[in-house]
Every structure is written in C-alpha cells, then in structure tokens.
Nanobody, 126 residues
Framework: QVQLVDSGGGLVQAGGSLRLSCAASGRTFSSYAMGWFRQAPGKEREFVAAISWSGGTTYYADSVKGRFTISGDKAENTVYLQMNSQKPEDTAVYYC???????????????????WGQGTQVTVSS
C-alpha cells in the first residue's frame, strides 16, 4: 500500500512563491511516476506537473510551464513542486499522485493515477 502525505500549502500574494512537498512511503518507487494535480471550487481536478521517478523526465501543464518546477529526492522518497510567480488563478487544493505503470499519453488524466495524497490548500491573493 502506498501512502502519500502532501504539505506546504498556504496563503501567498500574487507574484509570490510556495513549495509543496509530497512524502511517499509503503513501496519502492523506482519505477513510479509522481505528479501534482489541483482542483479549484466548482472545477474538475486538473493536471499540473509530473516526473518520471526512474529517468527524471518532467511534464507540465501549459498554464504553469515556466513558473512551476517539479523535482524529486529519491533518497527521501519525496517530490516537490516549486511554484513561482503565482497568480490568483493558481488558487486550488493541490494533490500529490503516484502510479506505477502510467504512460505518457495517460498522465494528464486524474482517473489514470492510482494513489493520492490528502491535498493541501494554496490560496493566491491579488
């Protein structure tokens, strides 16, 4: 069983930065992909970023490309999401996700991910 604990959310002004963390436990993650999704009130959960745990390849939604950076610490089984130049439209609950066999064409759909963190609120004020 995989457990994901995400943290680091909070309130930040537009243009500011936050770093989210996702601590994973319960399995060996060498073949996993890890990702971040977000869900704003009244909206569907949307893909933000993902990283291949084995090769380190990263993927981003167009809306965050150039502002957000996903990275991982294999020794600590922890994935980070560094969020810079934040905008009010980044306000959402952010969820960490993990999956052992997800393929490139499927990673942007939340239904294809097996494991989820509990979510952490990010609020960006204008």
């Amino acid at each position: 069983q995989v457990q994901l604990v995400d943290s680091g959310g909070g309130l930040v002004q537009a243009g500011g930065s936050l770093r989210l963390s996702c601590a994973a436990s319960g399995r060996t993650f060498s073949s996993y992909a890890m990702g971040w999704f977000r869900q704003a009130p009244g909206k569907e959960r949307e893909f933000v970023a993902a990283i291949s745990w084995s090769g380190g390849t990263t993927y981003y939604a167009d809306s965050v490309k150039g502002r957000f950076t996903i990275s991982g610490d294999k020794a600590e089984n922890t994935v980070y999401l560094q969020m810079n130049s934040q905008k009010p439209e980044d306000t959402a609950v952010y969820y960490c996700a993990a999956d052992a066999g997800i393929i490139l064409s499927s990673l942007r759909a939340s239904v294809n991910w097996d494991y989820w963190g509990q979510g952490t609120q990010v609020t960006v004020s204008s």
